[in-house]
């Protein structure tokens, strides 16, 4: 993970372990909703520093069956059942 100022900050070593452990930690327990974190990026607020995790987010596929626009996960079994039984007009 890369941390990069936008504002000129030079970071000690101190504030460099500070920021990947609280990022490390943030992703570990769900507070910080990451897929595959590749930077952070860091500024000087009033309250002292401030940082924001970039990475990749999942993309979570939608699907609509007889009305219903949903992900899959919330269809019942019959919703389900009929997902499976679609005919595939193409290859996409």
Not at 3 to 8: E, P, Q, R, S, V
Not at 42 to 65: C, F, H, M, S, Y
């Amino acid at each position: 993970m890369k941390l990069k100022t936008i504002d000129g900050t030079a970071l000690t070593n101190e504030q460099r372990i500070m920021i990947y452990d609280d990022v490390r930690q943030g992703i570990e327990s769900g507070d910080i909703k990451v897929y595959q974190a590749h930077s952070v990026i860091i500024w000087t607020d009033e309250q002292g520093l401030a940082w924001q995790v970039k990475g990749e987010t999942p993309i979570e596929r939608i699907r609509r069956i007889t009305g219903y626009l949903s992900k899959v996960d919330n269809f019942n079994g019959a919703k389900k059942a009929e997902l499976e039984h679609r005919v595939a007009h193409c290859d996409c």
